[in-house]
T-cell receptor, first 112, second 115 residues
Framework: GESVGLHLPTLSVQEGDNSIINCAYS??????FIWYKQESGKGPQFIID?????DKRQGQRVTVLLNKTVKHLSLQIAATQPGDSAVYFC???????????FGKGTRLSVIA | GAGVSQSPSNKVTEKGKDVELRCDPI?????LYWYRQSLGQGLEFLIY????????KSGLPSDRFSAERTGGSVSTLTIQRTQQEDSAVYLC?????????????FGPGTRLTVL
């Protein structure tokens, strides 16, 4: 399928290395932060989330770090695999059923 | 169970024509969202439904855009008199109702191309 963004920042990493994708969010009142992965031709897929009362959360091969002082969010992927190649978006929102506010996205390219 | 589905997957239309995009949310999800993703951009919020009502239409870019939801399920996004700048991927998401942290599940999107 076509790429979802031709002019996105790109991060190229060697297979097996760790990846770090960064995001600056906009609203200091946001309660909830999420990382989504979007493969070509597909909708965004949930990876991991973190609440505003936490500064770190770990999943399987992924870790999200939240620094509320500088409104910065990062996604760390351990032992990056070719299947991790995609566009990664951070998103923020308030609690409850409210719209997500998305960042611009970063394209991760894994070199085998 | 089935995820969020959208149809058509691709739509090519001529400038000035009207288009309808359909979203089938996950069964039981009361909240439904429409987003737009333009080339090289992130996702832009358009409209949100809680049941059949739309408490937040703030993202609709112009009065050519409208959406409705019937039976608390299927939603249709209509774009009248399409313009070339309407070309984008239109994504739908749904979630359970809640006041805490509520995950949104996305469909595959409809790619709209206005010639």
């Amino acid at each position: 399928g076509e790429s979802v963004g031709l002019h996105l920042p790109t991060l190229s990493v060697q297979e097996g290395d760790n990846s770090i994708i960064n995001c600056a969010y906009s609203n200091s009142a946001s309660d909830y932060f999420i990382w989504y992965k979007q493969e070509s031709g597909k909708g965004p897929q949930f990876i991991i989330d973190i609440r505003s009362n936490m500064d770190k959360r770990q999943g399987q091969r992924v870790t999200v770090l939240l620094n509320k002082t500088v409104k910065h969010l990062s996604l760390q992927i351990a032992a990056t695999q070719p299947g991790d190649s995609a566009v990664y978006f951070c998103a923020e929102n308030m609690r409850g059923n409210t719209p997500l506010v998305f960042g611009k996205g970063t394209r991760l390219s894994v070199i085998a | 169970g089935a995820g969020v589905s959208q149809s058509p997957s691709n739509k090519v239309t001529e400038k000035g024509k009207d288009v309808e995009l359909r979203c089938d949310p996950i069964s039981g999800h009361t909240a439904l969202y429409w987003y737009r993703q333009s080339l090289g951009q992130g996702l832009e919020f358009l409209i949100y439904f809680q049941g059949n009502s739309a408490p937040d239409k703030s993202g609709l870019p112009s009065d050519r855009f409208s959406a409705e939801r019937t039976g608390g399920s299927v939603s249709t996004l209509t774009i009248q008199r399409t313009q070339q700048e309407d070309s984008a991927v239109y994504l739908c998401a749904s979630s359970l109702e809640g006041t805490g942290i509520v995950e949104q599940f996305f469909g595959p999107g409809t790619r709209l191309t206005v010639l």
